[in-house]
């Protein structure tokens, strides 16, 4: 069962299909770990950070599998977002890509 403050988080997740323009333009997406035992996708954008909670796991703090980059992949595709970079180690020891907005014409592709 999830908490009311991460179930309303999620239904904003749900009804917001484009990525926040009060933020600035997007930066970098990071994958880490969430105290709940999941994952939690960061976009860093130049003025702040969108938090996109990722399916949650049984077994904690594991290496995120296909069906976290699969969550991180269709987050970013509703945001209008791609990766730039392939998936690296930052400092923290998360993983991370730069990103950047999709053009209208990849948009029409994917």
């Known amino acids: 069962m999830l908490s009311p403050l991460r179930a309303l988080r999620r239904a904003a997740t749900r009804l917001r299909p484009r990525r926040p323009f009060w933020l600035g333009r997007p ?3 990071t994958i880490a770990p969430a ?7 960061l976009i860093r954008y130049a003025q702040g950070t969108e938090w996109v909670f990722l399916p949650t796991r049984t077994q904690p703090y594991q290496r995120p599998d296909e069906r976290e980059f699969t969550a991180v ?5 509703t ?3 791609i990766r730039t970079t ?4 930052d400092t923290d020891a998360n ?3 730069d990103i950047t907005p999709a053009t209208r014409k990849e ?3 994917g």
């Open 35 to 41: 105290t709940s035992g999941g994952y939690v996708l």
């Open 86 to 89: 392939p998936w690296h180690i």
């Open 107 to 109: 948009a029409r592709r």
């Open 27 to 29: 930066l970098r997406a």
């Open 95 to 97: 993983l991370c890509a």
């Open 79 to 81: 945001r209008g977002l």
């Open 73 to 77: 992949a269709a987050a970013l595709a």
